[in-house]
């Protein structure tokens, strides 16, 4: 059983995403857990104080390649100015339960 944990473990991506812009208050949020689930990956978003939004994927490299690209334009009223990219630190990837999930803002 550890061997195919270790498999799995090993294929993951993990992104710390940062999207910089007029992001907020056009539906980025909701339209990113869509597209999160559509493409099987798992995670969480919020909105950031400063205007930015954030978010954490984990998933494979394709399905993750595939939201990050998604976020890089956003839905039609966002502008995206720049979008940042990380891997999490330990305490953002805790935050990760299974499916993907709206947070509160911070």
Not at 18 to 27: F, I, K, L, N, S
Not at 79 to 96: G, K, M, Q, T, Y
Request: hydrophobic fraction near 40%.
């Amino acid at each position: 059983m550890a061997a195919s944990s270790d498999v799995r473990a090993a294929s993951e991506e993990r992104l710390h995403i940062t999207v910089h812009g007029r992001v907020q208050g056009v539906g980025f949020r909701e339209s990113m857990v869509l597209v999160a689930m559509e493409h099987g990956v798992v995670g969480w978003v919020r909105n950031r104080v400063g205007g930015t939004v954030e978010a954490v994927v984990h998933g494979s490299p394709e399905a993750c390649a595939r939201v990050l690209r998604w976020s890089q334009r956003g839905p039609r009223a966002a502008r995206v100015d720049r979008v940042e990219v990380r891997a999490p630190i330990a305490e953002e990837s805790e935050l990760v339960q299974g499916g993907f999930r709206r947070l509160e803002t911070r």
